[in-house]
């Protein structure tokens, strides 16, 4: 089981013969993604080629829109390789295509782009669950990737991770290679976003497969602590947590473009009582966090 992505999940990729698409989609071919094709309206009606997991040579057909693509192909899932200025007009193309899932990878969306297309999706009837901007995206270990996240550091098992870092989700799931991921989801570090934690907490509940849950947090806004009152009141699993920036100085932006802290609100502190308040326990470092959850599934 996994939540969000599978093996049957049918990709395109948006922006598949641009250089981070051409990259990225050879990437998640090798960890056995099911990539059906791509968009590019410059390109139409050519193909690219790749090599899946076995070596073999694929072409992929590129499409003018995402309609076509997924109207050729059934795709279900799009991962969006495209630069900050047009990513608002490809997210808003990809949900009126009916796309099931999109992952926006892109770094530097402005935020008012990001509320003008998740308030898009919400007036077409949340149809399009949408992952990101600025995130590394989802896996599903040895079955499916739709993203950037390096498919060779774990395998799969019965723990579920939602992370707002991309580099601390790739840290985690090698702490914890020898146990296995369910599936892990990065959601992204921007103040606004499409899918967040509580959402990754719900699906995680849900799935029989997961046992038990890492939630990675960081300085800034107030995620952490309203995903603390959800666990609280809904998880029945073990969670653990760990949240970046126990020393950052106050009033900096670190790494993240929503990691700023003002006064109290969106300390690692605040958050970490937060968090603790609700039964998770919080490790201070990655490591310490993994070796928690080494220890509850021993008891599991």
């Known amino acids: 089981m996994s939540i969000f992505l599978n093996k049957n999940s049918k990709i395109i990729v948006q ?45 992929l057909p590129v499409y003018g829109t995402v309609a076509e693509a997924i109207e050729a192909t059934g795709a279900d899932v799009s991962v969006a390789f495209v630069p900050p200025a047009f990513t608002k007009d490809a997210a808003i193309e990809a949900i009126d295509a009916g796309i099931g899932l999109l992952v926006i990878i892109t770094e530097g969306v402005p935020v008012k782009d990001t509320a003008e297309l998740w308030a898009y999706a919400g007036k077409t009837g949340n149809k399009t669950r949408i992952i990101g901007p600025n995130c590394p995206g989802i896996i599903t270990p040895d079955e499916s990737l739709a993203g950037i996240t390096p498919a060779n550091i774990t ?83 073990p969670v653990v947590g760990y949240v970046a920036g126990f020393t950052a100085p106050e009033g900096k932006t670190m790494g993240h473009a929503g990691a700023i802290v003002s006064g109290s609100a969106g300390t690692a502190a605040a958050k970490q009582e937060a ?19 080494k220890e509850i599934i021993k008891d599991l």
């Open 155 to 237: 395998g799969s098992g019965p723990i579920g991770l939602v992370s707002k870092s991309g580099t601390l989700t790739y840290q985690m799931m090698y702490e914890l290679r020898e146990i296995g991921i369910s599936t892990a989801i990065g959601i992204g570090g921007d103040p606004i976003i499409g899918t967040t934690h509580i959402d990754a907490l719900a699906a995680f509940e849900a799935d029989p497969d997961t046992k038990a849950i890492v939630m990675i947090g960081e300085i800034g806004g107030d995620a952490e602590e309203r995903a603390a009152e959800y666990i609280k009141q809904h998880v029945t699993k």
């Open 15 to 59: 922006g598949i013969t641009g250089g981070e698409g051409t990259k990225h989609t050879a990437r998640m071919l090798a960890a056995g993604s099911n990539i059906v094709g791509g968009v590019n309206a410059r390109k139409a009606g050519t193909t690219v080629t790749h090599t899946d997991k076995n070596g073999n040579s694929v072409e």
């Open 275 to 293: 968090l603790e308040a609700a039964g998770v326990r919080v490790g201070k470092t990655p490591t310490e966090a993994a070796n928690i959850m």
